[in-house]
Nanobody, 112 residues
Framework: VQLQASGGGLVQAGGSLRLSCVAS????????MGWSRQVGGKQRESVAG?????TTDIPAAVRGRFTVSRGVNTVYLQMDRLKPEDTGVYYC?????????WGRGTQVTVSS
């Protein structure tokens, strides 16, 4: 499985960005798709996950501001009311259970 993410960039605090990710390869086995981010030198953390059936998992830190959606081989992250602390590298991920694939990160920078 290969993942190609796009949509990062520079935005002012309070603004919005939409990240997109397209999966190719053996996509029929994919169940969970989602996004994680790495902020500064911290550990990578999940910011959104969505199952094939549409069940979402959004952590409290971004709930109400981040929304995840998906198609058969795509996953999107809508980020609203962005804050400077949301600045980091965002990674698309996809899993079939035993295996998780990662895309290359896309930089999101929120200026104050």
């Amino acid at each position: 499985v290969q993942l190609q993410a796009s949509g990062g960039g520079l935005v002012q605090a309070g603004g919005s960005l939409r990240l997109s990710c397209v999966a190719s390869g053996s996509i029929s086995s994919l169940n969970i798709m989602g996004w994680s981010r790495q902020v500064g030198g911290k550990q990578r953390e999940s910011v959104a996950g969505i199952s094939r059936g549409g069940t979402t998992d959004i952590p409290a830190a971004v709930r109400g501001r981040f929304t995840v959606s998906r198609g058969v081989n795509t996953v999107y992250l809508q980020m609203d009311r962005l804050k400077p602390e949301d600045t980091g590298v965002y990674y698309c991920r996809a899993s079939n259970g035993p295996t998780t694939w990662w895309g290359r990160g896309t930089q999101v920078t929120v200026s104050s």
